[in-house]
């Protein structure tokens, strides 16, 4: 692969370093666990605060299911060069778990779910991630991993 970015951008493998934006669309794709840690360290408030983002208790064990992939990528990623060809395909798991994220969301305010301010910027935080991973030019070359 030849160096379209500058050289502090490579690791000592020649693989590129893992984008900022990435780590973000991670952190968004696994929020349902996200709040499963905060709610368990919190071991009082745990039941409320899972109460105030999952008021139906559905959402929340469904949510958790879409932020596999993306719990498997934080894994996966420091150890990319063990497993190149699942992690040549793990890009099109996370857009595939994207997806599954965003038809969730749009199903859930078509059968009448309240549109709030936290709804609609997951809902765009979603559609941006969606886009991103697929069109980004560099999240496409930090899944080649190079054969040097």
């Known amino acids: ?3 379209l970015y500058p050289p502090s951008d490579y690791d000592a493998h020649g693989n590129l370093k893992t984008p900022f934006m990435f780590w973000c669309i991670l952190l968004l794709q696994a ?3 996200f709040v499963l840690v905060l709610a368990a360290a919190s071991r009082q408030q745990g039941d409320a605060i899972l109460g105030v983002f ?3 208790r559905d959402n929340f064990w469904f949510g958790l299911l879409p932020g596999v992939p993306a719990a498997l990528a934080f894994i996966l990623s420091g150890r990319r060069h063990l497993y190149p060809r699942l992690w040549s395909v793990w890009r099109w798991v996370l857009i595939a778990a994207q997806g599954t994220l ?3 969301q749009l199903l859930l305010l078509v059968q009448g779910e309240e549109l709030t301010g936290v709804t609609l910027a997951l809902l765009i935080a979603d559609i941006f991630a969606l886009w991103w991973l697929f069109t ?3 999240i496409r070359d930090y899944f080649i991993l190079s054969r040097e």
């Open 136 to 138: 980004s030019r560099r």
């Open 54 to 56: 999952y008021p139906d």
């Open 31 to 33: 929020r349902t666990w």
């Open 102 to 104: 965003l038809i969730w």
């Open 1 to 3: 692969m030849p160096y």
